[in-house]
């Protein structure tokens, strides 16, 4: 007995080995040319090669070692694992739904917290080394942190939201959506810029405006499917795009428009002025309060479009959105208009979008064609399949992970420490944020939370497992 | 309140001169037939015959060609179909429908299935979605009483237990029921079932058969139903109209139609096989049943059959008793008979459009073997060959010498195809 | 009227390399039913190689006969690109075969950004430009139409090119089995066809037209970044969708149309809104014709 299972193990790590070499000689070609030399230009403007064997063969050694793990170790101790749940009888299951209600209780509640606890803390790690007490410096450092992360962080959770609405509830496939964005953007930069409108008053209209795009797009094109559907979200999003970048009487072009009016907590502004709102409350002026401002803010409206997609979900559209997305035809058997109802889908999502868009031109107070390219509708949409369709919380931990994680590389200053100076962690985000949405996908092809809560229930309320529900063909 | 609708002389759905066309092929030709109200039609007639057209074109997923669908709601109101598009047909004029190859929101719960389809009213009811986002008191009560008439067709279907789970995750049976329930939530007054016993088993076919009898007592609702099962269609059905290639063959009560030689001819002309397993059964049993089933089937093949009557037996004698040793040529072969397959190994004959099993063993029996040998059939040949299968007039009818031709000319190229065409 | 020749002939070579790419993505499609966002960067990678491939030449062999040169630059691309297009769909696809629809979509999308970026971060951000290839044209007697000589290669490659591709797609058993794999993929595995390999050797064929039409691209306009995946990505996408997805005649003729829309619209209209042009008569197109040119028409079973 232990000799065969030795001499299967032996088998096993002879097979990790072939698999290695194999692995490595198919690393070797495909980094042969691309990492084995480097183009780089000389004085007189042409390109020479510079040979790396080094770092090609470190290429090569990592994609074989990493392969005989894999096969000698992982895979097989996860066959094991598969086996033993397999053989075990089915274990108690946990109460995930007390669970997931705690989850969110809490997550909700650091959020309302997030930047005081992040004041609190850097002033406690400052009062940590230099012994002094001050509140102050821990307002200033917390800047960086309510911005990249906080803020950062809750807009993609808002626009995932509200795409979630179109792609994870009705199943129509938006490869667009930041046209939408777009459009709240604009709306705001201009507006503010020529008839020196409030945000409070334009925020709404940003938003309708978007709607409207929405109908408008979604109109001609409603009665396409799938990938037809998508191509031409996407070549929506291009043409709206490309007329931003080429209208330049009204856009300014790729110069973009900038000195976009700030927002006003209700006709307060965050200006250093006496009439500012650090001198209206007494403060030392400081523009942490603008962004702890932001932070709510967009905090406010992301909640609100969760609030509205739980409500809208219990409704009759909300229903039909769902039915929509699991038979077309059936919906249309019931009684239902289904272009209707593809529309409003359209236009709620749209709407959200471009709350998001007039948040953002406040935010940055700088907007440009450079925000809205394809690569932003293409991350919106990953976050949605990655949190798992239709699941809000899932939906809102992928975008903490992603957006996270890749503005973590940002702070990770010091690599520089080990790979050198030349070493910018900053050109690594992207090829990471790539990698990972591969990796993740791989991983859970359902997304993080691929079950469905219903509706309504009769006697209690289960979630519905991802493998019935569908995704879609619209 | 039932007895009054059933007295009502007006039909609920009346079909006049309808057509449809894909292309070049007519899917239904001239169709007109009455739905009375309150009664269970059944539109029977063999595959391909154009049935679940007929109801594509009531429920508005095709347009028809030519022809006029009109539904007379109970309270007089009247629709012209043809003219609606498929939700508003389901909307206004109140017709619902189920598929024959289910659709359910599998993803949806029981429940939440038979919510969806009292979208209307509750749109309705929520004011458009915006009182309802509101929270007004409407709303929630008109979302409470959805919810139990869900549960009256839940308790009505036996799927009260499984409100909660998802609906693709029910057994076949209970998925065509709550498909059923779930037209039935959209309280229309002509309900389409496309093959609602299909797949079921001989017990839930009778909950079925209670099912949709339950339904036209207590909701008065108007029944058309398309089924394959007799016994549904003969239990239940309170007229019956059978369709043959798009057009009405037979129109009346359970009886009448079970009676009709066309509807006879209809259902048992499709394979060679069961008209001569009949006439062989009646052969068996004594002449003077077989003269009443033949007297069912139409002229000409009658003809026939009488005439060969005597061979039959033979035949089928032959059949089993012939089978391991090679068939010896029989008398009246035609002149390119051989008297083995080439090679041992006789063509396919059945893949030439009309010839089934049983006609294939005839012609084998009588030297047949390949296809070159029926692409090489004279005019004497023929009417030979007509002599000892199943119809006459069939063979240029169907053109089997022409199949037979190419059929010949594909497979010599096959060897060749076959070298190509392996798998890896 | 001889402008109108001239912007023809111009057009035509690019909607050349577009429907060159355009097979990539209508294949793919025809055989998974899946969108390959990547397909765009395996191009600008396959440009890549053949840019690498030409400085190599120079640099250690010196002169290199053009024709030479240019052969051995769309080899190399070629395998090699085939080779990565292999291990992209072994890795990142492979694994969510008969899973939801959309995830290898966000698969796609996500080796789409990696690949750009590890193009940048492996060989730096910046345009890489080479000397020109192959210089010179010749002027159509009496009239004033000029057609370069690399666009005749251009042209010429590509129609020898999909001469063979046909070839290969109707006249092989590899062939046969991809055609069979895009009717009914159960099926075809039922009867023996290992459907894994043919769908490798589908996303490997792809590649490496999209290698060589990198090479063209490198040669017509002799600059390429790591950028440059995208936007003939995009076109070579909306191409197939305008010829009908999943038809491989229909994504030559859609990329012939994309590349006569874009040169016509800039010689007549504005250079600025080319594609504004081509992406608005994709949407008008799909509206009339929801399943493009020369698409299957997709019936509704009811």
Redesign the interface.
């Known amino acids: 007995m232990a000799d065969i299972q030795s001499s299967g193990q032996d088998s096993v790590y002879a097979k990790a080995a072939k698999e290695a070499v194999f692995a490595g000689i198919i690393a070797f070609g495909l980094f042969f040319l691309v990492v084995g030399f480097r183009t780089d230009q000389n004085i007189n403007n042409e390109l020479v090669l510079v040979q790396r064997w080094g770092l090609l063969a470190i290429f090569v050694a990592v994609a074989a070692i990493g392969r005989f793990i894999f096969a000698a170790f992982i895979t097989p101790s996860r066959e094991q694992a598969k086996l033993a749940k397999s053989k075990a009888p089915a274990a108690a299951k946990v109460d995930r739904r007390s669970l997931k209600a705690a989850v969110s209780r809490f997550g909700l509640a650091l959020l309302f917290i997030y930047p005081f606890v992040v004041i609190l803390i850097l002033a406690l790690i400052q009062f940590a080394v230099t012994g002094q007490w001050s509140f102050q410096s821990g307002v200033q450092g917390s800047l960086k942190y309510v911005d990249n992360f906080g803020i950062q962080i809750l807009i993609y959770v808002m626009l995932a939201w509200g795409l979630n609405i179109v792609v994870g509830l009705a199943g129509l496939l938006d490869l667009g959506y930041v046209a939408f964005y777009a459009v709240g953007a604009y709306s705001y930069a201009l507006l503010s810029a020529h008839f020196g409108l409030s945000f409070w008053l334009l925020l709404p209209m940003a938003g309708i405006f978007a709607a409207m795009w929405g109908i408008v797009l979604g109109f001609p094109v409603l009665r396409l499917r799938g990938d037809y559907l998508a191509i031409v979200t996407l070549a929506f999003g291009e043409i709206i795009r490309l007329v931003l970048i080429n209208w330049t009487v009204v856009t300014k072009g790729t110069f973009g428009i900038s000195g976009i009016a700030k927002a006003t907590l209700f006709g307060i502004p965050f200006t250093p002025g006496p009439t500012g709102f650090a001198a209206m409350f007494g403060l030392p002026n400081s523009g942490v309060y603008y962004k702890i401002f932001l932070y709510y803010l967009i905090l406010f409206l992301a909640l609100l479009t969760a609030w509205v997609t739980i409500r809208l979900r219990r409704m009759p559209i909300g229903r039909a959105w769902e039915a929509l997305r699991e038979d077309e035809i059936a919906c249309r058997s019931l009684g239902i208009n289904t272009t209707t109802t593809k529309l409003t889908a359209f236009a709620t999502g749209a709407m959200f979008g471009g709350f998001a868009g007039s948040f953002f031109a406040a935010r940055q107070g700088f907007v440009s064609p450079e925000s809205f390219v394809f690569l932003e509708s293409a991350i919106i949409l990953a976050i949605v399949v990655l949190g798992g369709m239709g699941s809000l919380i899932g939906i809102a931990i992928a975008a903490a992970v992603m957006i996270g994680g890749t503005e973590l590389l940002r702070e990770l200053e010091f690599l520089k420490l080990i790979f050198g100076n030349d070493f910018t962690p900053e050109l690594y985000r992207m090829l990471l944020f790539g990698l990972a949405m591969i990796v993740v996908m791989v991983w859970k092809p359902r997304g993080f939370v691929g079950n469905r809560e219903p509706s309504a229930f009769l006697h209690e309320r289960k979630m519905i497992s991802s493998e019935f529900t569908k995704e879609g063909h619209g | 309140m039932v007895s009054e609708v059933r007295n009502n002389p007006s039909p609920v759905l009346r079909v006049e001169h309808l057509s449809m066309k894909f292309g070049g092929l007519v899917a239904i030709n001239d169709l007109n037939f009455e739905a009375k109200r309150g009664a269970i039609t059944a539109l029977i007639g063999p595959n391909g015959a154009g049935k679940?057209t007929v109801f594509?074109c009531i429920?508005g997923?095709?347009k028809p060609t030519e022809g006029m669908l009109t539904m007379t709601r109970q309270n007089g109101e009247e629709y012209l179909l043809e003219r609606m598009a498929?939700?508003?047909?389901?909307?206004k004029a109140k017709v619902?429908?189920t598929?024959q190859n289910i659709?359910?929101?599998?993803?949806?719960?029981v429940?939440?299935n038979l919510?969806?389809?009292?979208?209307?009213p509750?749109?309705l009811s929520?004011g458009y979605?915006i009182l309802?986002?509101l929270g007004f008191p409407t709303?929630k009560k008109a979302?409470a009483d959805a919810?139990e008439k869900?549960?009256f067709w839940?308790q009505k279907i036996n799927l009260?237990e499984r409100?909660?789970?998802?609906?693709?995750?029910l057994p076949y049976g209970a998925q065509r029921r709550l498909e059923i329930a779930?037209?039935m939530c959209?309280d229309p007054e002509l309900l389409c079932l496309d093959e609602p016993a299909a797949g079921l088993n001989a017990r839930e076919s009778a909950e079925l058969n209670q099912l949709l009898l339950s339904i036209r007592e207590e909701t008065g609702t108007s029944i058309i139903l398309i089924e394959h099962d007799m016994s549904v269609v003969m239990e239940i059905s309170d007229h019956v109209i059978v369709l043959e290639y798009g057009t009405k063959i037979s129109d009346g009560t359970p009886e009448t139609v079970k009676n009709d030689p066309k509807v006879i001819a209809a259902y048992l002309g499709v394979e060679d096989e069961e008209v001569v397993e009949l006439i062989e059964h009646a052969a068996a049993t004594g002449s003077d049943d077989i003269t009443a089933a033949v007297d069912l089937l139409s002229t000409e093949a009658i003809q026939e059959i009488t005439e060969t009557q005597a061979e039959v037996p033979v035949a089928a004698k032959a059949k089993t008793a012939a089978k391991p040793a090679a068939p010896a040529i029989k008398a009246g072969a035609t002149a390119n008979a051989l008297a083995a397959p080439r090679e041992g190994e006789s063509d396919d004959l059945t893949l030439i459009k009309g010839i089934g099993p049983v006609n294939a063993r005839r012609l084998n029996e009588h030297g047949i073997f390949h296809f070159d040998q029926i692409a090489a059939w004279k005019k004497a040949d023929v009417t030979a060959a007509e002599a000892y299968l199943a119809f006459d007039g069939r063979i240029a009818r169907e053109d089997w010498i022409g199949q037979a031709k190419k059929l010949a000319k594909e497979s010599q190229g096959k060897p060749a195809a076959k070298k190509?065409?392996?798998?890896? | 009227m001889e402008y109108f020749i001239q912007q023809s002939i111009n057009g035509l070579t690019l909607g050349s390399i577009y429907g060159l790419i355009a097979i990539g993505y209508t294949m793919v499609y025809g055989i998974i039913g899946m969108i390959n966002f990547a397909h765009g960067d395996v191009f600008m990678l396959g440009a890549f190689m053949a840019m690498i491939v030409f400085l190599a030449l120079t640099t250690f062999i010196g002169g290199v006969p053009v024709v030479l040169a240019l052969l051995l630059m769309m080899l190399v691309a070629m395998l090699l690109t085939g080779l990565w297009s292999w291990t992209i769909e072994r890795l990142a696809y492979r694994p969510l075969r008969g899973s939801f629809r959309l995830a290898p979509l966000i698969t796609a999308i996500g080796m789409s950004i990696a690949l750009s970026n590890f193009v940048q971060v492996t060989q730096g951000p910046r345009n890489k430009p080479i000397p020109p290839l192959v210089n010179g044209g010749v002027t159509i007697y009496g009239t004033g139409i000029t057609i370069a000589y690399k666009q005749m290669v251009i042209v010429i490659v590509t129609a020898i090119l999909l001469a063979a591709f046909w070839y290969l797609v109707n006249r092989t058993t590899l062939g046969r089995a991809q055609r069979s794999c895009e009717q009914d993929r159960k099926m075809a595995a039922l009867l023996g066809i290992d459907v894994d390999k043919t769908i490798s050797m589908t996303f490997v064929m792809g590649a490496m037209l999209a290698a060589v039409a990198g090479t063209l691209y490198l040669m017509f306009y002799g600059v390429i970044s790591f950028t440059d995946g995208f936007t003939p990505g995009v076109k070579a996408f909306t191409a197939a969708v305008l010829g009908g997805i999943g038809s491989l005649p229909g994504a030559v003729v859609g990329g012939l149309l994309i590349g006569l829309i874009e040169a016509l619209w800039s010689a007549y209209f504005s250079i600025d809104y080319k594609d504004v042009a081509a992406f608005s008569i994709l949407a008008i197109v799909l509206i009339f014709l929801p399943s493009g040119i020369l698409g299957r028409p997709e019936v509704e079973k009811v």
Do not use: C
């Open positions: 679940t594509n429920t997923f095709y498929d939700f508003v047909i389901t909307k619902a429908r598929f659709r359910l929101f599998s993803g949806l719960t429940l939440e919510l969806v389809a009292q979208h209307n509750l749109m929520s979605t309802g986002l709303y979302a919810i869900a549960r839940l009260v409100a909660d789970d998802p609906a693709g995750d779930r037209a959209t190509t065409g392996g798998a890896k």
